[in-house]
């Protein structure tokens, strides 16, 4: 019993388990199909939402308010933090470029 319950803890563990990536933003550019894009010191160029429609499940006015975190972190020089699932990335610096990027659970101001 005690095997199981043990079990039990370590896999409810690991389905909370995340990444924060923590930089700066040197880039933030959205393209005309509404793509949007950051490149941050952590991983370079990586997709984050589309600003026109869903995203692998983030909606536009989520991606809007990521947009403007973004556009302020960059025009701030602060830091951002973004979190993704350990399930997704297996270290910031691994985060695939682009449009391979998987979606980010946060971004958020670190100032």
């Known amino acids: 019993m005690k095997k199981v319950i043990m079990l039990l803890g370590l896999l409810s563990q690991s389905a ?3 990444h924060f990536c923590t930089g700066i933003i040197e880039d933030v550019w959205v393209e005309a199909d509404g793509d ?3 490149n ?3 991983a370079g160029h ?6 026109g429609g ?3 499940g983030v909606n536009a006015e989520v991606c809007k308010a990521w947009l403007s975190i973004a556009q302020v972190a960059h025009s701030t ?3 951002v933090i973004v979190r993704y699932s350990d399930d997704a990335i297996s270290s910031c610096s691994e985060i695939p470029a682009y449009s391979a990027a998987p979606i980010p659970n ?4 670190d100032n």
């Not at 990586?46 to 600003?51: A, E």
């Not at 946060?106 to 101001?109: A, F, G, I």
Request: glycine share 12%.
């Open 16 to 18: 909370y388990s995340y």
């Open 36 to 38: 949007t894009y950051i």
């Open 40 to 42: 941050g010191s952590w």
């Open 46 to 51: 990586t997709q984050i939402c589309k600003v």
């Open 54 to 56: 869903d995203w692998k």
């Open 77 to 79: 020089g602060g830091n």
């Open 106 to 109: 946060y971004l958020m101001l």
